[in-house]
């Protein structure tokens, strides 16, 4: 997954930032991420090393039957 990825572009604060995430490399990302962790897609589910951003109902069905992440 690419780091932009992690960012959900639906938010309200991202909106307000009125910026492209093409004009971020991954610093410029992570350092945009730091600056309003809000905009991080939430929920996040980790176990051990799998993680999963998001909610979408199968997917944590599946992560919590197979004890490991479905979309690695």
Do not use: C, W
């Not at 997954?1 to 909106?15: A, P, T, Y």
């Amino acid at each position: 997954m690419e780091l932009s990825g992690l960012i959900n572009k639906k938010s309200q604060v991202f909106k307000k930032l009125a910026v492209t995430l093409t004009e971020f490399d991954d610093r410029g990302i992570i350092q945009l991420i730091e600056g309003k962790p809000r905009i991080v897609i939430r929920p996040i589910l980790t176990e051990g090393k799998h993680i999963l951003f998001g909610f979408k109902e199968q997917n944590y069905l599946d992560f919590i039957e197979a004890g490991e992440n479905p979309l690695a």
